[in-house]
């Protein structure tokens, strides 16, 4: 049997340079791998889309939610990150990380021009909270840039689980995903532990998260051989606070 084998040369935004995309799984989106970085497809869109539409992102007030590599904030001088740390008081550190709940952040109000999350809001029980809270951070006219999981046969958006009185209470069966998260590939559980799946997204989360923030989102899809964009969930979504 010959296995699957994908090969490509091209610019990874990323590492900002000449390379070739390679996978031997057929779940491009967490295996097609940049040689040089080790990036996946999200991660170069995310970023093919700042350097597209946003030149000059990097002198920003940059701030990146449960960050797993230095993609961005390698190039960035004004950057930021935190993550959710269960036994720690948001907006205090423990070992060098800033501990932070989307839901209840502790920034005060238009802190930054960018707020990046990349599949962290299919993880919040809450994320209409979370969606309204990063708004609340951007500065007038800034950008939330993330990714989730918009799965093509869910209609409309769904939690599988939520919190009852502090008790999680599933809705559908419980599915996790790794860290980093691997999308809706095979339940994975790694090194750092499950992530429980909170929310579906689905053919109506422009319309809910527009309902939720109250601006407007515009969703990026692109397969590009030459810049290793391919597989499922594409989408790169930028929300912008208004002026
Ligand atoms: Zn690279």
Sequence with gaps: ????????SGYCHCCRSQTVFESTEAWLRDFYKCRKCHSIPRQRHLQHILDRHFAGWEKLAIHESSPSNTFISQ????????????????????????CESLEHLTFADRSFDVFVTQDVLEHVFHPDVAAKEIIR?????????????????VRKCQPRAILKN?????????????????????IQVTKDGPFLVTWDYGDDFEFILQDWTGCPTTTYV???????LDGEFPEVFVTRKPV
């Excluded at 951070?137 to 046969?153: C, E, M």
């Design 166 to 186: 502090g008790v999680i209470e599933y809705l559908l069966e419980a599915q996790y995903h790794g860290n980093p998260p691997v999308g809706d590939g095979p």
């Design 137 to 153: 951070v951007l500065k007038p006219g800034g950008i939330h840039v993330f990714t989730i999981p918009k799965h093509k046969r």
């Design 222 to 228: 692109t397969r590009d051989d030459s810049l290793g």
């Design 75 to 98: 190039y960035c001088s004004s950057y930021s990150s935190s993550e959710f740390l269960p036994d720690v008081a948001p907006g205090t550190t423990k070992d060098g990380v800033r």
């Design 1 to 8: 049997m010959i296995g699957f084998h994908r090969q490509a």
